[in-house]
């Protein structure tokens, strides 16, 4: 509902954006007046989709989501849904063959003059009458229904709104159509003559295009029109101006390209304020307002518990009728003429959620807001990559979705292996689809994890990429190629590769192996060095089960692997402690990298020279302590050091003469972070002792310099595994003997050695676990197994 001009002439029905009491009214205003020419507030370049609206396959809520042509990032969306005023009006037009219109200044015009638009901003922010979003505002803009709300004695605009709109005449009869916008007409003219354009300024603009295209219409139809738009701009298009002053106005406006098509919306993106959002806060709420024929209170208590039934919490039909009567006497308590939201959310929450608000934040985003995805039937015009990318969605059965899922994929599978090029290439357009997740438990590069979320700005984003091609595969490899030629760190183009391999662009590679091979021969920083070679490692081992040639790959991976050899022992002195902090990452990363390149590349002895650069930097007293103690512990893993070796070097690291900061620096590296280094203390008194009597031995005065890196390190370990150190220091050596000289012994509850015959039992269920084949599980096939679990180990 809302304002309309009480004199004779085209009938102006104001209305609010996503309205239900606005559309009812007028679905009852058009029945009442058939008029031979609706207007709408919209841009006029979407006259010719709007035919569409009429499709069986076209499904609030939608957008019409305007682009231009040279610059697709500026864009703009104008969403409606089911119960917004403006696509009741275009239904009925369409229902009965009469002709519809917008009259809105064009989009050529409203994204050129956005300076510097957010992409897709949205042209509906919810406030009543404002239909363009753009422009700065000289002053700050007000809320007419705030500034009524406040006048009517309302502290809340919307429950404002509810009482007079919302909760009047449900069923929309209507005696006179225009009686029913009048009032609120009245009260904007009485709005506008106080504040103006509101701190609107471009509303001049947009109110002068608006009046030309209704004097062009009465000249057309008469004055047996309907004009449907914001109450706001009524009184302005009743205004009496000339049509010289109104094209004055419109003279010498900034012009762009543009292209109009309707997209999908969500209830979710209607939720919002900012960015693509309308700017109410309940759209399903809204929804079920204007669906429900009849009883809507208690047909909104009855979908609440249907919800909460399925989260398997016990709500009967005693709680439904209880909480329709709670909402009722909240209402008359507050002096409103029916329950509103905010009555029904307190009977929620006191009768079905039991006074939690837990449950009720379910309700909240699921039914008062709601995961809504509208449709769009495919003869609507798009780009022909858009095109691409629908066609390829329905082949692999990938139905876009508002809601957040999980996709697990077994490249082994064509069907799987395709959805997995599909996603890295849209990553790698920056269509931000799918974002890759943590996977449940495989460690094989033949499974991966996705998180895929459809949201609508993917649209302006698939516009955007179509600059690069016409199909996701050209456009993908176009891109691929530029970003290659264009990079300027040794990361980025080894980081390229992987992502080339990961969305199959054979056509690419070349372009990205030779930038790779420029970058890397010119490139003689250990450290770039360092961060590159994961990222082929990984390359490497995807190339494997996607059946691609890596061999040059594997000679860029060898010749960096040997590079890093020999300059990393001098790079790792004279480093400050943020320095080596970073460093030791990079030694991380460059081991589990040789693990996964040995005897994948061209270069014989790589692991074993690797093992050289280990041994030089855990002896060195001029490496730093935490990338000493950390090679030590890496070789000590590998099985390159012997258990007497590294509490020889743990004890020269924690004699009385280094400096207490060192000592607990190497403690850092060889126990700290996620390799298990809880563990090697809980298996080991050995070197539990000598961490022991090290600690007992600082100095008060240097203990507190000492105790944050001790707590890091620490805390890093799971809670059983430090109980677990504090019984063994609680308890002291087993031996009896001074801290530091325990020999041979084992902690309470651990064998001395491994048990065959209990590990031959955990095989069965780690192949389970581990995803291999029947085949293999009847011939026990332990090198599967070793080589399914080898990245494992790889990470020290």
């Not at 003059?113 to 009543?128: E, F, I, K, L, N």
């Not at 692997?561 to 902090?581: K, S």
């Not at 019984?727 to 000289?741: C, F, I, N, W």
Request: net charge negative; with cysteine; hydrophobic share 45%.
């Amino acid at each position: 509902m809302t304002g309309a001009a009480p004199a004779a002439g085209p009938l102006l029905l104001g209305i609010r954006h996503h309205g239900p009491g606005s559309a009812r009214a007028v679905r009852a205003a058009l029945d009442a007046s058939g008029p031979r020419a609706v207007l709408i507030e919209g841009p006029p370049e979407g006259d010719a989709l709007l035919p569409l609206a009429a499709d069986e396959r076209m499904r609030p809520p939608v957008a019409l989501l305007a682009h231009a042509v040279d610059d697709p990032g500026r864009a703009a969306f104008w969403p409606l849904a089911e119960f917004s005023p403006e696509w009741v009006a275009i239904r009925w037009a369409l229902r009965h063959d009469v002709p519809v219109r917008f009259i809105d200044l064009p989009a050529a015009h409203s994204l050129a003059m956005t300076d510097s638009p957010a992409p897709g901003a949205d042209h509906d922010r919810g406030r009543v009458g404002d239909g363009d979003a753009s422009g700065a505002a000289a002053t700050p803009p007000i809320d007419p229904i705030g500034v009524l709300a406040e006048a009517a004695g309302y502290d809340d605009p919307e429950r404002w709104w509810e009482d007079v709109v919302e909760h009047r005449a449900p069923d929309g009869r209507l005696v006179d159509p225009r009686d029913p916008f009048a009032a609120l007409g009245e009260a904007m003219t009485a709005l506008r003559e106080v504040y103006g354009d509101g701190g609107h300024p471009r509303d001049t603009v947009r109110e002068a295009c608006m009046r030309i295209q209704l004097r062009a219409a009465r000249k057309e139809f008469g004055d047996d029109v309907v004009v449907v738009c914001g109450a706001w701009h009524v009184p302005a298009l009743g205004a009496r101006t000339t049509v010289t002053a109104d094209r004055a106005l419109l003279k010498g406006l900034p012009k762009v390209k543009t292209e109009l098509t309707w997209v999908p919306w969500t209830h979710r993106r209607l939720a919002r304020h900012s960015g693509y959002g309308a700017g109410i806060d309940s759209p399903g709420w809204y929804g079920h307002l204007f669906g429900a024929p009849d009883r809507p209170i208690e047909r909104w208590m009855t979908k609440v518990a249907g919800l909460l039934r399925d989260e398997d919490r016990f709500v009967s039909s005693a709680h439904v009728i209880e909480a329709v009567r709670l909402a009722g006497t909240l209402a008359a308590l507050r002096g409103r003429p029916l329950a509103g939201l905010s009555e029904t959310t307190d009977a929620i929450r006191a009768v079905m959620c039991e006074g939690s608000d837990v449950p009720l934040a379910l309700v909240q985003d699921r039914l008062i807001v709601g995961e809504t995805l509208g449709e769009v039937p495919d003869t609507a015009p798009a780009v022909p990559l858009q095109r691409d990318l629908a066609r390829l969605q329905r082949t692999l059965r990938l139905k876009p979705e508002a809601l957040e899922r999980e996709l697990e994929l077994d490249l082994r599978k064509d069907t799987d292996a395709s959805r997995s090029r599909l996603l890295h290439r849209l990553r790698l357009l920056a269509v931000g689809w799918g974002e890759p997740a943590a996977g449940r438990g495989s460690t094989g590069t033949f499974r991966e994890s996705w998180r895929l979320r459809w949201e609508p700005e993917l649209y302006v984003q698939v516009a955007e990429a179509g600059i690069w091609g016409t199909t996701v595969l050209t456009a993908a490899t176009a891109k691929a190629e530029s970003e290659a030629v264009s990079a300027t760190a040794l990361a980025e183009v080894t980081a390229l590769a992987e992502r080339c391999l990961l969305a199959e662009l054979p056509d690419a590679l070349p372009v990205v192996m030779r930038a790779l091979a420029d970058r890397a021969a010119l490139d003689a920083d250990v450290g770039h060095l360092a961060d590159a070679l994961p990222a082929l490692a990984r390359t490497l081992r995807y190339g494997d089960v996607r059946s691609t040639d890596t061999a040059a790959l594997g000679e860029v991976a060898a010749g960096l692997a040997e590079r890093i050899c020999v300059g990393l022992p001098p790079a790792c002195t004279g480093l400050d402690a943020d320095g080596a902090a970073e460093l030791r990452r990079k030694v991380d990363g460059v081991h589990t990298a040789i693990g996964l390149l040995a005897g994948a590349v061209p270069a014989d002895g790589l692991r074993e020279r690797w093992t050289v650069v280990l041994h030089k930097l855990a002896a060195r007293d001029t490496v730093a302590g935490v990338i000493r103690g950390r090679a030590a512990r890496l070789l000590l893993d590998e099985g390159r050091l012997e258990e007497d070796d590294a509490a020889r070097l743990m004890g020269l690291a924690l004699s009385p003469g280094t400096p207490p900061a060192d000592a607990a620096a190497w403690i850092e590296g060889f126990v700290g972070g996620a390799g298990g280094g809880g563990m090697l203390l809980v298996h080991d008194e050995r070197l539990l002792g000598l961490v022991d009597a090290w600690l007992a031995g600082v100095p008060a005065d240097t203990f507190t310099d000492v105790l944050p890196l001790l707590r890091r390190t620490f805390s890093a370990y799971e809670p059983g595994v430090r109980r677990t150190l504090g019984e063994l220091v609680r308890r002291g050596p087993a031996t009896g003997g001074p801290a530091g000289t325990v020999t041979g012994t084992t902690a309470p509850g651990f064998g001395p050695a491994l048990d065959e015959e209990r590990a031959e039992a955990v095989v069965p269920v780690l192949r389970l676990l581990l995803g291999l084949d029947a085949e293999d599980a009847e011939r026990g096939d332990a090198d599967a197994v070793d080589n399914a679990i080898e990245p494992l180990g790889a990470t020290g």
